[in-house]
């Protein structure tokens, strides 16, 4: 009987499955989406930077070129503002908003679960570091830096639409889908909001009963 109850007590109980090495830290759900995040901002990024260096090199001091049948015209145009030209004289306190930005997305990347999340804040964090780049590193200095636009839609010098870049596309894309995902009741750690569930569950009740 001893040898039965010490076998019994070694099996593993229901749901029980093989924990950590001793030592070793356990696995983090949000690593898979941590990454998502961070490959899509590096991606944003990277591609922003070589698609400015390029406008700089091959659209400085030149006229608008027309592609797409006047779709679309490529042009340089150096902006000290925000998107679409605001707030051009508050370059300094844009750069803080978009360093405020960056650390806000960093800090929430923590508690994210979502693959939608993960994709959305990815484009708004690589668009932000995009331009912020532009503010800390080109002329006329450190936190004044001026941001390179690069696309004018239907007409040049943006007088159909503000010219923009990349990394304003980026986050306009990634703010759209946060929006999405927010009025779907989706949340960061990939759960329903409280309120859909409510919604769910009253609907569910008001389903007439089967026969």
Avoid: C
């Amino acid at each position: 009987m001893d040898g039965v109850s010490e076998q019994a007590s070694q099996r593993p109980g229901p749901g029980s499955g093989p924990g950590p090495e001793p030592g070793e830290a356990p696995a983090n759900p949000a690593a898979p989406t941590v990454r998502l995040l961070s490959l899509i901002a590096v991606a944003v990024l990277a591609l922003d930077i070589v698609t400015k260096a390029v406008a700089v090199a091959q659209l400085e001091n030149r006229a608008p070129v027309e592609i797409l049948g006047g779709l679309v015209y490529l042009q340089l145009v150096r902006n000290p503002g925000a998107a679409f030209s605001l707030a051009t004289g508050y370059t300094w306190v844009l750069t803080i908003v978009a360093i405020a930005v960056v650390v806000v997305i960093v800090r929430v990347a923590r508690r994210l679960r979502s693959t939608g999340w993960a994709v959305a804040l990815g484009l708004v964090l690589g668009g932000a570091l995009g331009n912020l780049t532009d503010r800390l590193f080109r002329a006329p200095g450190p936190l004044h830096g001026h941001v390179v636009d690069i696309v004018s839609l239907l007409a040049p010098n943006g007088r159909v639409w503000p010219v923009f870049n990349l990394a304003d596309s980026s986050i306009v894309t990634g703010g759209v889908l946060l929006v999405l995902l927010a009025l779907l009741g989706r949340e960061l750690d990939g759960t329903r909001s409280a309120a859909e569930r409510r919604g769910r569950e009253q609907a569910g009740k008001d389903e007439p009963a089967g026969e």
